[in-house]
């Protein structure tokens, strides 16, 4: 009894972070949700045949984002230019994007994450040139000159040409991944505790930028009645080899099954406590500078269109001031946001 309690209270205080981060990361979603929002929203819509002949290539549909990560970092480009741009690319041959369709798509969660994607929908075309002649008379004969009409393939791209590194932390397809896993507090065989968790998963790339944050708290019972117990909060900036990185080692790699490699920075929130064999408590408080790194290992399993299974190993390393590292196996669900 006295365990769940405890267990009662570990989520309580998770709660309660949730709450204290609420609203810190947010949308101009035409309506708002508290504890999750996934609202598209029509933007404009334009036909672009210009009193123009075309063959349509097929369809087309490419997407823009930007995302905010509590409040406190937001990166991204959901600018419909972005959006025009990777449309413009995707079918070989293209020379005009017609019946265009914009909407924008507004997605948080918990207060914690939030982004802005710039849907843009429309075909592709080749504009169709018509042969004209235009004849020249002279006095004994008469020449017919003959040309087509040129009609530039490409469009002039107005706007703000992001860098690659701006680029690469927004490329690849959005997933979202909530995760309950177990903690072992390393060095201290058989000290365990939960651990909940948010990654903002990328995917399509070789290699993409997967900010996560999670909320644990680990505990070891040691000899002579002393205990030791951490609750700590990693903010993860990591950066995923994934599937793709693979096919190019295992050709015949099933599509189902989604391997992946990350490893990066940690900002660590934490607090520690102990009780000596005597039975007395100590309590520290939080500690909110503690920089460290993360690496580890996991794969992805589809079983539906827009749900994975997922579960992964990581270590968990800190840099200054504390004795500390934990390694923590995982498991969890991971939903695509199309």
């Given at each position: 009894?006295k365990l769940k309690?405890?267990?009662?209270l570990?989520?309580?205080?998770?709660c309660?972070?949730?709450?204290?981060?609420g609203?810190?990361?947010?949308t101009l979603?035409?309506?708002?949700?508290?504890?999750?929002?996934n609202?598209?929203k029509?933007?404009a819509?334009?036909?672009?045949?210009q009193n123009?002949s075309?063959?349509?290539?097929?369809?087309?549909?490419?997407?823009s984002?930007a995302?905010?990560?509590?409040?406190?970092?937001?990166?991204?480009?959901?600018g419909?230019?972005?959006a025009?741009?990777?449309?413009f690319?995707?079918?070989p041959?293209?020379?005009?994007?017609?019946d265009?369709?914009i909407?924008?798509?507004?997605n948080?969660?918990l207060g914690?994450?939030?982004s802005?994607?710039t849907?843009?929908?429309a075909?592709a075309?080749?504009w169709?040139y018509?042969?004209?002649?235009?004849s020249?008379?002279?006095?004994?004969?008469?020449?017919?000159?003959?040309?087509?009409?040129?009609?530039?393939?490409?469009?002039?791209?107005?706007g703000i040409?992001?860098?690659?590194?701006?680029?690469?932390f927004?490329?690849g397809?959005?997933n979202?991944?909530?995760n309950i896993?177990?903690?072992d507090l390393?060095g201290?065989p058989g000290?365990v505790?939960?651990?909940l968790?948010?990654k903002m998963?990328?995917?399509g790339f070789k290699?993409t930028?997967?900010p996560a944050?999670?909320f644990?708290?680990?505990k070891k019972d040691?000899?002579?009645?002393?205990?030791?117990?951490?609750?700590v909060?990693?903010i993860e900036?990591?950066?995923?080899?994934n599937s793709?990185f693979?096919?190019?080692?295992?050709?015949n790699?099933?599509?189902?099954?989604r391997?992946y490699?990350?490893?990066?920075?940690v900002?660590?929130i934490?607090k520690?406590?102990?009780?000596?064999?005597?039975g007395?408590s100590?309590e520290g408080?939080?500690?909110y500078?503690?920089?460290?790194?993360?690496?580890g290992?996991?794969?992805?399993?589809?079983?539906?269109?827009?749900?994975?299974?997922?579960?992964?190993?990581?270590?968990?390393i800190?840099?200054?001031?504390k004795?500390f590292?934990f390694?923590?196996?995982?498991?969890?669900l991971?939903f695509?946001?199309?």
């Amino acid at each position: 009894m006295k365990l769940k309690i405890k267990y009662i209270l570990y989520l309580l205080l998770l709660c309660s972070f949730a709450l204290f981060f609420g609203g810190c990361a947010y949308t101009l979603s035409p309506v708002q949700g508290i504890l999750y929002t996934n609202v598209d929203k029509p933007v404009a819509y334009s036909s672009a045949k210009q009193n123009k002949s075309y063959q349509v290539l097929g369809e087309v549909e490419a997407r823009s984002s930007a995302s905010s990560i509590l409040g406190i970092v937001a990166i991204g480009n959901a600018g419909s230019n972005e959006a025009h741009s990777k449309a413009f690319s995707q079918i070989p041959g293209t020379e005009g994007l017609v019946d265009i369709t914009i909407d924008q798509n507004f997605n948080s969660f918990l207060g914690l994450y939030a982004s802005t994607t710039t849907i843009l929908r429309a075909k592709a075309v080749k504009w169709i040139y018509k042969e004209k002649t235009i004849s020249i008379r002279g006095k004994a004969d008469s020449t017919s000159i003959s040309y087509i009409s040129q009609i530039p393939s490409s469009t002039t791209q107005v706007g703000i040409n992001f860098d690659k590194i701006t680029q690469f932390f927004t490329q690849g397809d959005l997933n979202h991944n909530i995760n309950i896993s177990l903690s072992d507090l390393a060095g201290e065989p058989g000290g365990v505790g939960f651990r909940l968790g948010y990654k903002m998963r990328r995917t399509g790339f070789k290699f993409t930028f997967n900010p996560a944050i999670s909320f644990g708290s680990v505990k070891k019972d040691l000899s002579a009645g002393k205990k030791i117990k951490y609750n700590v909060i990693p903010i993860e900036l990591n950066v995923t080899a994934n599937s793709e990185f693979f096919n190019q080692v295992f050709s015949n790699l099933n599509p189902e099954v989604r391997p992946y490699i990350e490893g990066g920075l940690v900002y660590y929130i934490w607090k520690e406590s102990d009780t000596n064999s005597n039975g007395d408590s100590w309590e520290g408080g939080w500690d909110y500078f503690e920089l460290g790194l993360n690496f580890g290992l996991g794969v992805e399993y589809d079983i539906k269109p827009n749900l994975a299974v997922q579960g992964s190993i990581k270590k968990y390393i800190v840099f200054f001031g504390k004795d500390f590292d934990f390694w923590n196996y995982q498991v969890g669900l991971t939903f695509l946001s199309k």
